[in-house]
């Protein structure tokens, strides 16, 4: 095992405090971020994280929808896209936050963490707190009924939005403005607890491990006004590829999230949609910008950024309108790819690399940059080395599953999914050429030229993630 902290520095270990670790998980956030090129989003509060630390420019998910994306991080295994609740897992494992406390780190949640408030609950030092139990109180399963029903957990705060109800699915429109202070929506409320918690966590000796779990941009896509304000509807350019990839197989989908709230139906193809959904996501991305930087606001004000490893990520990526989809739920670049930011002792000011790293590898990390031995079951591989030698050889792929048998192998140049049926055949293959085709617009799976290419990535995708582990020869 590799620790940044002793390397070098033999017998200075028990001169210093172990580093707190302040875990920052973001709903449905794709690097649509200033710091990840794109100037036109209002991210300063990220943007200056990721120039104190290192920015990770192809971070991906192992499952591109919430529950087992964070499962996957917070047990260090690869988890089947149909496990969102630990209790489904076969496979034996301790969790981050157990494994942290268990080696004197006080551990609390806030926020949307785990997928299930009560999931795990017993790994954290305090019972995990979030501003609506919106997730059900007993034994980590969702509470009977449907969450988002209109105005059921106050997530609409313009009394406008009532007049708009799905009915089919008794849900409100997919996004609202209100002439609302923060601390009226979730993530608001979420932002003023971590604050005191931090006031609390200064006081105490031992190190700590405070995770919050943010949840905008998650659909409705609702925030206060003053930061739809930030941003002028006629200057938002829209995807120009929203139409889907030729020679995309049937098994490729959009989400269908976004149709269970109201205002969409008949709108997701049109300009106006387009216009008005990007502009919601991205003053959602304020909000929750604004969020975080009132947390890393006090963690310096109170003296403890010196001392504080700082991760941030979201669960997956989010496509917005993009082959005319919205949302996660399929393998494309766009729903796989993630923001992930590192900051604080032993990482790296300024640091950007493009090196494939998987949401996998935050808890082997993590460890790492704590002093904390790795536990034996983690299918990641810690990334400090990277951090210690950027340009060294790293994985030489990524991978992903979803639904209906759908594996995915990621590398520098090429996506590739297979579809396997129940009976072991394979039912329908994709592959992106990046290097031509960043956007995924053409299907190049059935060309010729490329038969070498699906035959190397087929054999990939059987051996799995062991078999492009740094250090592997091929």
Excluded at 118 to 143: F, L, T
Excluded at 188 to 211: I, W, Y
Excluded at 216 to 224: D, E, F, K
Excluded at 235 to 242: E, G, L
Aim: charged residues 25%.
């Amino acid at each position: 095992m590799s620790t940044l902290l002793s390397c070098g520095l033999p017998g200075r270990r028990a001169e210093r405090k172990r580093p707190n670790v302040l875990f920052l998980v973001v709903d449905d956030l794709r690097p649509q971020l200033g710091c990840y090129g794109h100037k036109e989003i209002r991210s300063p509060n990220l943007d200056a994280l990721a120039r104190r630390g290192t920015l990770f420019e192809r971070a991906y998910c192992q499952v591109p929808v919430c529950g087992p994306s964070r499962l996957t991080v917070l047990t260090g295994i690869r988890v089947s896209p149909a496990v969102w609740n630990s209790r489904g897992m076969k496979a034996s494992f301790v969790s981050m936050p157990a494994w942290f406390k268990s080696h004197g780190y006080y551990a609390l949640s806030l926020g949307k963490v785990f997928h299930y408030k009560m999931d795990r609950a017993g790994d954290w030092s305090e019972p995990p707190w979030r501003s609506k139990n919106i997730y059900g109180k007993v034994k980590g399963v969702a509470a009977k009924g449907n969450w988002a029903e209109y105005n059921k957990n106050r997530l609409w705060h313009n009394p406008e939005s009532g007049k708009y109800i799905n009915p089919r699915t008794g849900r409100g429109p997919y996004c609202e403005w209100a002439e609302a202070p923060d601390d009226v929506y979730e993530d608001g409320m979420l932002a003023e607890r971590a604050v005191k918690t931090l006031e609390m966590l200064a006081r105490r000796k031992e190190p700590f491990f405070l995770a919050c779990g943010f949840w905008r941009p998650h659909l409705p896509l609702n925030c206060p006004k003053r930061y739809w304000d930030l941003y002028d509807p006629k200057k938002i350019r829209i995807a120009d590829n929203r139409y889907r990839p030729k020679g995309a197989p049937p098994q490729l989908r959009g989400s269908r999230e976004i149709d269970s709230y109201a205002r969409v139906k008949g709108r997701k193809k049109t300009i106006p949609f387009h216009v008005q959904t990007r502009h919601a996501y991205y003053a959602c991305v304020s909000f929750v910008d604004a969020q975080v930087g009132k947390v890393l606001g006090a963690l310096r004000r109170l003296g403890l950024e010196e001392n504080t490893v700082v991760v941030l990520w979201g669960d997956h990526g989010w496509h917005l309108g993009e082959h005319n989809f919205w949302g996660k739920h399929n393998t494309l670049e766009n729903a796989l790819r993630a923001p992930l930011l590192l900051a604080g002792p032993g990482v790296p000011a300024g640091l950007r690399t493009d090196a494939l790293v998987e949401l996998v590898d935050i808890y082997p990390t993590l460890c790492d940059l704590a002093g904390l031995p790795l536990p034996g079951h983690l299918e990641g591989t810690s990334m400090v080395p990277l951090l210690r030698n950027p340009e060294r050889p790293w994985k030489r792929a990524v991978f992903a599953k979803w639904v209906n048998g759908a594996g995915t192998v990621g590398t520098k140049r090429y996506f590739y999914t297979q579809w396997i049926r129940k009976d072991g055949k394979r039912a329908a293959e994709m592959l992106y050429d990046h290097r031509v085709d960043p956007e995924e617009n053409v299907n190049v799976a059935g060309d010729p030229k490329y038969a070498k290419v699906v035959a190397r990535l087929r054999r990939f995708l059987a051996e799995g993630w062991r078999g492009a582990a740094p250090g592997k020869v091929r």
